[in-house]
């Protein structure tokens, strides 16, 4: 170390110091064995998380249309105490805030089938060296070929790819994946409640620094009218993936996240607000740790 990253090290709180050494690349700071052996992601969407919006079935058309559909969401969440695994004796600085931006839209309809393409920018705010401060950009590319194999059915063919960042901190080397799958949707009507299902998984085809296989989810839904403007809804999302155990010397790991709020309508756009409870695995693109926490947040759609 140099007298002048000693002299800045020194300066720094206990818990910051602890995150330079985790975010030195591999080749300068080994990891050690024990953190080695802890723990994998949350991520599909991030993800799935790392996605922030369920996939859902969408209405066939009386004719084939092109740019048949556009979604879009913007999110953001406060993180309640963040803790990590195994818990140190203080909260994790790093996670603060988690935010994402983007949307989705089908192609083309061709009423049988569709072809679409899903975009996600995760932002990460943590309150290290300032109450606001970004360190993670995480991008979600998504193309997707469904077929309609029943009204309220679709079965689809996925290329999903993720690539997570670091902002105003070092990182020479790439930490992202491509997953080629499948996915099921489905959505049930019970009287004016819905009920929409999304079964996933598929192989990781190419990935650098992450040791993933093979990566499953299955996400829930359900949205209950209350009035034209209001209702209720819940979401549930659970993650799992199998590893390579020679990369990290670990073995397959999972995560969950837990949503309900209220939905108000607009005329051109909706408003949720929500709380919940994640575990996300791998939620720095680098130490490989758990981190649990509560959240409370907004999420701006379109209609």
């Known amino acids: 170390m140099s007298d002048t990253e000693g002299s800045i090290t020194a300066g720094l709180k206990p818990c910051a110091t602890a995150v330079v050494a985790r975010r030195r690349s591999p080749e300068a700071q080994p990891f050690k064995p024990a ?40 999110s953001i969440a406060r993180l309640l105490t963040s803790t990590p695994t195994p818990a140190p004796s203080v909260p994790d600085e790093r996670f603060s805030w988690d935010s994402h931006y983007g949307g989705s839209f089908d192609v083309a309809d061709l009423v049988v089938a569709r072809l679409g393409v899903a975009l996600d920018y995760q932002a990460v705010m943590g309150s290290e060296y300032r109450p606001f401060d970004p360190n993670q950009a995480n991008y979600t590319l998504e193309g997707v070929i469904s077929a309609r194999v029943a009204p309220d059915t679709e079965v ?31 959505r ?24 993933y296989t093979w990566l499953g989810e299955l996400q829930l839904q359900v949205r209950h009218p209350v009035n034209e403007r209001l209702g209720l809804f819940a979401h549930g999302s659970g993650q799992a993936f199998a590893v390579d155990e020679l990369v990290a010397k670990r073995g397959a790991q999972a995560g969950v996240l837990l949503e309900a709020g209220v939905r108000v309508n607009g005329r051109a756009g909706a408003l949720e607000i929500f709380a919940g409870y994640e575990k996300r695995v ?9 981190q649990r926490w509560g959240l409370v947040g907004f999420r701006l759609l379109s209609k």
């Open 188 to 211: 049930q009507t019970f009287g004016s409640t819905t009920l929409d299902i999304d079964l996933e998984g598929g192989r990781a085809v190419q990935h650098s620094y992450v040791d």
């Open 156 to 186: 689809a063919g996925i290329f999903h790819h993720v690539s997570r960042h670091l902002s105003d901190r070092p990182k020479p080397f790439a930490v992202a994946y491509n997953e080629v799958g499948g996915r099921l949707m489905r």
């Open 35 to 74: 953190v080695l052996a802890v723990s994998l992601s949350l991520i599909f969407a991030v993800g799935a998380a790392a996605q922030s919006t369920q996939p859902t079935v969408a209405p066939a058309p009386a004719s084939p249309e092109f740019l048949s559909r556009y979604d879009f969401h913007l």
């Open 282 to 290: 791998d939620a720095d693109p680098l130490d490989r740790l758990s």
